[in-house]
């Protein structure tokens, strides 16, 4: 069984950073592309930044030159480092990741639980 943790989150004033971590855990064969998403009161959960296995990334542009996403495939952990916080940036944050399980060999998406990210003095 596959399970994708968020961990990270928190309270933060403006300006301030935050980094958060996703950790893939069960029977898995390789993981190809990984996604934050975040979803505000009231809105639609939108993508934030993503980076596939060869270590392309792209962002949306309201993060661009604040966030920065890595993978670490050894650990099987993806990170969203974000700075110079801002009180748009308040949501719930999820990570998405397309993987293979072992013994399988198609690419199944899973998301985790989403952690809470506040920005605010």
């Known amino acids: 069984q596959v399970q994708l943790v968020e961990s990270g989150g928190g309270l933060v004033q403006p300006g301030g950073s935050l980094r958060l971590s996703c950790a893939a855990s069960?029977?898995?064969?390789?993981?190809?592309?990984v996604g934050w998403y975040r979803q505000a009161p009231g809105k639609e959960r939108e993508l934030v930044a993503g980076?596939?296995?060869?270590?392309?990334?792209n962002y949306a542009d309201s993060v661009k030159g604040r966030f920065t996403i890595s993978r670490d495939n050894a650990k099987n952990t993806a990170y969203l480092q974000m700075n110079s916080l801002n009180p748009e940036d308040t949501a719930v944050y999820y990570c998405?990741?397309?993987?293979?399980?072992?013994?399988?060999?198609?690419?199944?998406?899973?998301w985790g639980q989403g952690t809470q990210v506040t920005v605010s003095s």
């Open positions: 069960g029977s898995i064969f390789s993981i190809r592309t």
């Open positions: 998405y990741a397309e993987i293979r399980s072992s013994g399988s060999l198609r690419y199944k998406g899973f």
């Open positions: 980076i596939v296995s060869g270590g392309s990334t």
